[in-house]
């Protein structure tokens, strides 16, 4: 293993796990830190934590775990991703998890970059936007558990730890990679932990990716993973590989779960059940979760049986959300769906489906525990951060996994049509 990373949450676990693989690494995201090593080698590894908003002692003490898991297989350097939009609170958890990881790497000094261009996340002058606005003018200054109030990152940071924080302007960045390199060196000689880098386009993540080489650490967004594997082909340790986003074939039975009730998901559901079977679970009418996995699976028996693609979702207007929530309670009402979605995962895989389309983030992870899924390997992307995925286990999965908003209109059909 060449690159050990660590994510503070799962879809973006995901989003820098398909990065790699653009970028040419054959990557695997764990969920959570595994038990024991993987039975595969791929050129990185992404461990999926929960660790964005919980207490930043618990945050340390899981990303300190994984950091020994990825050590103990080898890895060379180390990666702790975050949101690009720097999601984290004057207490954490991004400085905490960046000087605990520091201090058992023996680092002196690390980077600070959650830009990603493609995205319109660029930092200038140390100052983060989102689109043409500063971050603390965008939608994220009303985040309910991370408001972003103030873009100077530099400052954001500072408030996280007790280490200096200095800025890498544009205007060395914008020199190239040796010129990033010096500026670390000088800021290492100051005193400086940890270096927020100015980024405002591919090419220069491309160039802070190559000033990296030698850090043991880096922190970024996923934008910054476009730029490290050159590294690695550089110093021979990675062969120039076209094949990264290949994946075995997963042959069996297709079928769709829709969780999530966005806006975009809606769109997605209504567009796959003008030409499919489309069944609705109904939380107010089952008894429990097993029956209400029951009743789908009833329903969708004869496509099931004629390996016909079809549909399976709670998926539903707010309206119709808030009469279910006022009558099991929000709670009861999610964990009642993802228990049910999860039983029925099992029981479609127990019935030949091997090939699983799932949207929610939340109704994705109670799939991928019934399921006891341990780990991904990742391939193509079918829309961008959202790529095919298969779960080994007792039986190869085929697994996409798309979070609320992600993913076009015909996502659903459209993964499909990508498998052989
Ligand atoms: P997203 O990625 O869009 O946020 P999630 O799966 O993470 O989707 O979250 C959706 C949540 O809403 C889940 O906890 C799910 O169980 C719950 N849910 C889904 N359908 C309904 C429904 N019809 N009524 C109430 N809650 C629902």
Redesign the pocket.
């Known amino acids: 293993m060449l690159l050990g990373c660590i994510a503070d949450d799962f ?1 973006g676990a995901t989003d820098l796990a398909s990065m790699l693989v653009r970028a040419g690494m054959r990557t695997v995201q764990t969920i959570g830190v595994p038990s024991r090593p993987l039975g595969e080698a791929p050129d990185a590894v992404v461990v999926a934590l929960k660790s964005r908003t919980i207490p930043a002692r618990d945050a340390v003490a899981q990303s300190l775990a994984a950091l020994a898991w990825l050590r103990g297989q080898g890895a060379k350097q180390f990666y702790f991703k975050y949101c690009s939009t720097f999601d984290s609170t004057d207490a954490g958890n991004i400085g905490p998890v960046a000087d605990a990881l520091l201090d058992a790497l023996g680092a002196k000094l690390t980077i600070a970059c959650p830009a990603f261009p493609t995205n319109k996340r660029t930092i200038y002058l140390g100052h983060l936007f989102v689109g043409d606005v500063l971050l603390s003018d965008s939608p994220m200054r009303d985040h309910p558990l991370t408001p972003m109030r103030d873009a100077n990152l530099v400052r954001v940071l500072g408030r996280q730890t007790r280490r200096k924080v200095a800025l890498v302007p544009h205007e060395a960045v914008a020199k190239g990679a040796d010129a990033i390199r010096a500026a670390f060196a000088k800021l290492e000689a100051d005193g400086v932990a940890h270096a927020v880098v100015d980024a405002i386009d591919d090419a220069d993540l491309m160039a802070i990716g190559s000033a990296c080489r030698d850090l043991a650490l880096v922190t970024a967004g996923s934008g910054v993973a476009l730029g490290l594997p050159q590294n690695f082909r550089a110093a021979g340790l990675l062969p120039a590989r076209t094949d990264a986003a290949a994946l075995p074939d997963v042959k069996g039975a297709s079928a769709v779960l829709s ?4 806006a975009q ?1 809606r769109k997605q559901v209504a567009a796959m059940a003008r030409t499919h079977t489309a069944v609705a ?1 109904d ?1 107010l009418a089952a008894a429990s979760a097993e029956a209400m996995a029951d009743a789908a699976l009833a329903q969708a028996a004869g496509d099931l049986a004629a390996q016909r693609p079809f549909l399976v ?4 207007e707010p309206a ?2 808030a ?3 006022s009558a ?1 309670g ?1 709670e009861r ?6 228990q049910a ?1 999860g039983v029925l995962a099992a029981r479609l895989v127990e019935r030949g489906v091997r090939r699983l389309v799932v ?8 799939v991928v525990q019934a399921l006891g899924v341990e780990s991904l390997a990742i391939g193509p992307a079918i829309d961008p951060g959202v790529p095919w995925t298969t779960a080994r286990g007792r039986t190869t999965l085929a697994l996409a996994l ?5 993913g076009s209109d015909d996502f659903f059909l459209k993964s499909l049509a990508m498998l052989p």
Do not use: D, H, M, W
Not at 259 to 262: D, E, I, V
Not at 313 to 316: C, F, H, L, P, V
Not at 333 to 338: G, K, V
């Open positions: 879809t969780g999530s009730c966005s998901t679970l939380p979702y709670s998926t539903a119709q959300v009469k279910v929530q099991l929000r009402a999610a964990e009642l769906i993802e979605f949207a929610g983030g939340e109704t994705a992870g109670a798309k979070s609320g908003n992600f």
